[in-house]
């Protein structure tokens, strides 16, 4: 038993195997949530506020890529595509869109409930706290966002492990090497000029709040907070 229930929800529209995903997914201690409306499916998705979403790709009034993209423009949630798609240009849109796993239809029950697990685990095991707070500014771990006094600053995949890497070791020094470990450790690839980008952009995005200097360069080191 789960002292506190995960909370999936389903994306396709397809009733019947709906139905089937929703009583496997109970049945195996889930708390879970079906889209009804594909028009607003992104603003039933945050309301429920899931820890996982199983998403289709062909959908009436939307489309599966164009969901994903929307989730991770706020959310770093893993997403699984579960479609009757199956070339390899499917798979490969569903992974450059930010998809965590792909699996055609039908569908092993057992595998997808191993990736579920395996998934779930994973980002729990990321960072099990909610938030961080250091000087003033709150990493909100779960929207995915950085937030300093009553301003937010809306974070992509890369640059929410990044902070919460550096939150971890707020005071200390954080060489790009053990960020780019920690990076490929949660299977990120980011290589030592990307990381150099994203720290970039994550100092715009916290200028623009109000937050000058709030990431520091330590000369043949790395970075600190």
């Known amino acids: 038993m789960r002292p506190c229930k ?3 929800i389903i994306v396709e529209d397809d009733f ?5 995903l929703k009583t496997l997914l109970s049945g195996n201690g889930y708390e879970v949530a079906a889209v009804t409306d594909f028009s607003t499916a992104i603003r ?13 790709i062909k959908l009436p009034d939307n489309n599966g890529f164009e969901i994903c993209s929307q989730i991770r423009t706020f959310s770093d949630m893993p997403i699984i595509f579960v479609t009757g798609c199956n070339t390899d ?3 490969l849109n569903s992974i450059m869109l930010g998809g965590d796993a792909f699996l055609t239809k039908p569908y092993n029950t057992a595998i997808l409930l191993a990736k579920i697990a395996a998934l779930l685990k994973r980002a729990n095991a990321f960072c099990q706290e909610n938030n961080f707070t250091w000087n003033g500014a709150v990493l909100h771990l779960e929207s995915s966002f950085l937030e300093y006094q009553g301003q937010k600053a809306e974070l992509t995949k890369n640059e ?10 707020a005071g200390k020094i954080c060489s790009r090497n053990d ?3 920690f990076l490929w450790d949660n299977q990120l690839y980011v290589d030592d000029n990307a990381l150099s980008v994203n720290i970039t952009r994550i100092r715009e995005k916290l200028k623009a709040i109000g937050l000058t200097d709030f990431i520091k360069t330590k000369h043949r080191q790395g970075y600190t907070l």
């Open 16 to 20: 019947t195997i709906q139905t089937q």
């Open 6 to 8: 995960e909370k999936i």
């Open 89 to 91: 240009m499917d798979e």
């Open 179 to 181: 960020i780019v470990d």
């Open 44 to 56: 039933q998705i945050k309301e429920f506020a899931p820890h996982l979403v199983l998403l289709d």
């Open 160 to 169: 929410l492990k990044i902070l919460c890497f550096l939150f971890k070791n």
